[in-house]
Each structure stands twice: as C-alpha cells, then as structure tokens.
C-alpha cells in the first residue's frame, strides 16, 4: 500500500500544509515531526514560489520569507532526504507550474522520487495540460493530485476519473486563506465524485477551525489546513514548533471523535 493510500487507510485524514523554508529549512522539518507527533496523516509542502497565484496573503508573505532566507528547490530536496530519515509521513509537493517546468520534469521527478516524495499539487495546472507532467511522474511512483473546484457536474466527472492519490476539493473560489463561512456545497462535489471513484476525498481552502473540520470529515474523507498553520509560524517563527502540536492536536482529536 503506498504511503497516500495509507494516510486514509480506516481513518479520516488530517493534512497540514508549511512553506518548506519558513522561516528555515530546518524548522520546516521540526514542524512536519511535530505536526506528525500531534496525529497528522500526510503533509503538503510549499515550494516557494515568487508569484503564487492561487495564495492569499498569508501564504504570500511565507514564500517571502522563505526566498529571502536562500531557500531553493534543490536544498529542499535535501531537506525532505533529511525527513525520511526520520519519518514515513506522506509528503506531498505544492508546487506552481514553472517550477516544475523550468526544473524539468524528468529531473524533478527523479529527484522527488529520490527524495521521498509521494505527489504533487500544481494549483495553476489546467486538467487539459497535465498529462506530460503525470505520465512522468506515475512512472517515478508520483501521483499527481488533481484539484476540484466548484465546476460542472461532467467536469468534476471527468477530472475525478483520473485521479490518483487523492482529490483535492476546493471548497471556496479564489486564493487560499482563513474564513469563517464556506458557502461552497462540498457535499454535492464530494456525491458527484463518489459516482465515479473511490480515490480518497480531501476538502481544503480556508478551513481553519474544529467545527469546519469536523463538518468537512463527515462528508469527506479528510481535510486540509494550510493558512492557519503558516499564520503561527509567522507569529512565533522558530518557536513556533510547540504552537503548531497544540493546533494540530486539537484539530486531529476533534476528528478522532468524529
């Protein structure tokens, strides 16, 4: 069973999302331990990126800081190498397009295989474009993670169909940040794509608090928190570590009794 698949074996799903590099590469990877300590399945990491789309703010603000820091893709390769001495958690890559495209992707799949990686988002990849990209990375034991955002029921058909490793729903238009209502009807996404799949169903964007987790665990099958977590880091920076366990704490034993 592949590390993602294991992530949602019987249970519901916790996913945390860092910025690989803020404020360092070495406290990205005391922050995974620690999100992983605190119960989380699988984590997302952010490859910094100078334009990122689909970030609000906060994100923003996190590749900032991870740039000027000197961080660059090739030291997180060694940094995520680093991880896997450590843990089997699920790692998967949020990466923008050019990234890969400039890297190339032979290279940068060699290289994430190398390193441990499971899978990539690419946020600004349209469905259409990704077959290059995804017939590489299946062939380096990647899967590349398809996004659903509130779309046509035969397009979220068509997407859900081909999906690997998990399904990531967008549950609300425009860039990733904190808000206190979804408005999104997840449950009709998540009905469609069960008609078609049974590729595990996460539900991310803007979800921030137990009572959204809770809500999004019963209708799918885990749920992703990235902005929250990157605002306690750019709280308490460094020390940030043992404000990231309570947080994910709190949020996984909410899921546990579910």
Do not use: W
Not at 79 to 88: A, D, H, I, N
């Amino acid at each position: 069973m592949s590390r993602i698949k294991n992530a949602f074996n019987g249970k519901k799903a916790f996913i945390g999302f860092v910025t690989a590099g803020d404020p360092s590469l070495a406290k990205t990877e005391e922050f995974v331990l620690e999100m992983e300590k605190a119960g989380a399945s699988l984590i997302e990491l952010g490859i910094p990126f100078s334009d990122p789309v689909a970030e609000g703010p906060v994100i923003q603000d996190a590749n900032i800081r991870s740039l000027s820091a000197g961080c660059t893709t090739d030291k997180i390769f060694e940094m995520v190498k680093s991880l896997r001495t450590k843990t089997e958690i699920p790692l998967v890559f949020l990466a923008y397009a050019n990234t890969l495209y400039r890297y190339g992707y032979e290279r940068f799949c060699d290289k994430s295989n190398e390193a441990g990686i499971d899978g990539f988002i690419i946020p600004d990849m349209p469905f259409e474009e990704k077959y290059e990209l995804s017939g590489i990375a299946a062939a380096h034991g990647i899967d590349l993670i398809s996004l659903i955002a509130p779309t046509s029921e035969q397009r979220i058909q068509m997407i859900a169909k081909e999906a690997t490793g998990f399904i990531y729903v967008v549950s609300s238009m425009g860039v990733t940040g904190v808000r206190d209502k979804i408005k999104t009807d997840v449950a009709s996404i998540v009905e469609v794509i069960r008609g078609v799949t049974d590729v595990p169903v996460a539900v991310g964007f803007g979800i921030n608090t137990r009572e959204q987790v809770e809500e999004y665990t019963k209708i799918a099958d885990g749920a992703i928190i990235g902005s929250a977590i990157v605002k306690i880091i750019e709280k308490y920076g460094e020390n940030a570590g043992e404000y990231i366990y309570n947080y994910v704490s709190e949020i996984t034993q909410n899921i546990k009794n579910n």
